[in-house]
Nanobody, 120 residues
Framework: EVQLVESGGGLVQPGGSLRLSCAAS????????MNWVRQAPGKGPEWVSG????????YYADSVKGRFTISRDNAKNTLYLQMNSLKPEDTAVYYC?????????????WGQGTQVTVSS
């Protein structure tokens, strides 16, 4: 059974940082591209960032480019998202997802999400 479990969310002030993690199990993690997708209250899902299976290619939405960094540790079956210079508009539930095209919002496997709230 595929499992994706996010952690690391929380409440942070504008300008602050958080690091999200996604622990994967039940599939060959190192063979799959991975993505982060977020959904703000009252809005549809927004693709945030993706990384290829080997970790050598990374992709970002324009809204987070230069502030967020995606990475993965295939030995630990874990995906990360380092988020710096956070803004109130980054407030959302963040999901890791896989088995679909990088840059999309339709994936076959999703985690349960972790809440990120940016507020003073």
């Amino acid at each position: 059974e595929v499992q994706l479990v996010e952690s690391g969310g929380g409440l942070v002030q504008p300008g602050g940082s958080l690091r999200l993690s996604c622990a994967a199990s039940g599939f060959t993690f190192g063979s799959y591209d991975m993505n982060w997708v977020r959904q703000a209250p009252g809005k549809g899902p927004e693709w945030v960032s993706g990384i290829n299976s080997g970790g050598g290619k990374v992709y970002y939405a324009d809204s987070v480019k230069g502030r967020f960094t995606i990475s993965r540790d295939n030995a630990k079956n874990t995906l990360y998202l380092q988020m710096n210079s956070l803004k109130p508009e980054d407030t959302a539930v963040y999901y890791c997802a896989t088995d679909g095209e990088v840059g999309a919002t339709t994936y076959n496997y999703w985690g349960q999400g972790t809440q990120v709230t940016v507020s003073s």
